[in-house]
């Protein structure tokens, strides 16, 4: 047996996550990943980048103190191999080449941006076999606070993905207008054949949420009906209500609302009853993905 210490830095528009994992070799079993540590920073760079148009020096600042973290983090665990991603609001903000500069210089920690194409890839290279049944069609959703992916898995396999510029900061900036969710709609209903059973895979922090606050239990689905109502539940509440009542985070309690919502359309474009939650992700897929390029 091998254990070897793989890193993933997730750099969202609504958080900054760190996952650290052992990979587990066997000579006579698969490779096992296990989930070491998590952590997570809300450094709203969408706000920044969807708003203004730039990172402001504020958060740069953050970000730079953040990465510094991470990398103290990736040496104290014996971190082997990283990788750093950037989505959607460094790939918009007009001063991202610099950010990535500033944090290197920093912190010493590279970050790649990825465009949506690859970020959708890298999601879907996630391994969801112990849930997905070759019988039916799965509709993978993974919300951000900048950007949504969508992939369609078939058999086991992806066949179709796309990234939409739609995510929780944007609804919640109104930057979103309908003829982005016109575009989500076609392009569910025009790769799903309109008699197949779908069923969602929700991925992102807010689903993950969503999922421990129905009390259900790991590896049990979500229903459309029990989602569509916790939706309307979480947006009869005021702001402070859902701190102070449901418990949740100041950077939790605001975008969980146009998550609920993206996830929400995306079963009814699909005609999916139920929403299953693997608690994976980007970062995962990253995990994957150095992995593989061992090989």
Same mark, same amino acid.
């Given at each position: 047996m091998v254990i070897k210490k793989f890193a993933a830095i997730d750099i969202g528009s609504n958080a900054v996550r760190l996952l650290i994992n052992n990979v587990i070799e066997y000579q006579d079993r698969p490779t096992k990943f296990k989930k070491s540590e998590l952590v997570?920073?809300?450094?709203?760079?969408?706000?920044?980048?969807? *708003?203004?148009?730039?990172?402001?020096?504020?958060? *740069?600042?953050?970000?730079?103190?953040?990465?510094?973290?991470?990398?103290?983090?990736?040496?104290?665990?014996?971190v082997e191999k990283y990788m750093a991603c950037a989505t959607s609001a460094l790939r918009e903000a007009k001063n991202g080449k610099q950010v990535i500069t500033r944090v290197r210089k920093g912190s010493g920690v590279d970050i790649q941006i990825i465009d949506g194409k690859e970020e959708a890839s890298i999601i879907a290279s996630t391994d969801?076999?112990?849930?997905?049944?070759?019988?039916?069609?799965?509709?993978?959703?993974?919300? +951000?606070?900048?950007?949504?992916?969508?992939?369609?898995?078939? $058999? +086991?396999?992806?066949?179709?993905?796309?990234?939409?510029?739609?995510?929780?900061?944007?609804?919640?900036?109104?930057l979103?207008?309908?003829?982005? #969710?016109?575009?989500? $709609?076609? #392009?569910?209903?025009?790769?799903?054949?309109?008699?197949?059973?779908?069923?969602?895979? +929700?991925?992102?922090?807010?689903?993950? $949420?969503?999922?421990?606050?129905?009390?259900?239990?790991? +590896?049990?689905?979500l229903s459309y009906i029990w989602l569509n109502a916790q939706y309307h539940f979480l947006d009869s509440m005021v702001y402070e209500d859902r701190i102070s009542e449901l418990g949740l985070n100041q950077d939790r309690a605001d975008v969980i609302?146009?998550?609920?919502?993206?996830?929400?359309?995306?079963? $009814? #474009?699909?005609k999916a009853k139920k929403i299953l939650v693997p608690k994976i992700g980007l970062a995962d897929g990253m995990i994957k993905t150095l992995y593989h390029k061992e090989d």
């Open positions: 997570r920073v809300p450094v709203r760079l969408g706000e920044d980048a969807f *708003l203004n148009g730039e990172i402001s020096e504020r958060n *740069l600042n953050r970000l730079v103190k953040t990465m510094q973290s991470f990398k103290l983090l990736m040496d104290v665990y014996g969801l076999k112990d849930i997905i049944k070759n019988d039916r069609l799965y509709l993978y959703v993974d919300v +951000g606070g900048g950007s949504t992916e969508f992939t369609i898995i078939d $058999k +086991g396999l992806p066949i179709f993905s796309k990234s939409f510029k739609i995510g929780t900061l944007r609804i919640l900036n109104n979103v207008n309908d003829a982005v #969710w016109d575009e989500i $709609k076609t #392009w569910i209903k025009s790769n799903l054949p309109s008699d197949a059973t779908v069923e969602i895979i +929700g991925s992102g922090g807010n689903i993950n $949420k969503l999922h421990k606050m129905s009390g259900r239990k790991v +590896g049990q689905p609302i146009p998550a609920t919502k993206i996830f929400l359309n995306a079963a $009814k #474009w699909s």
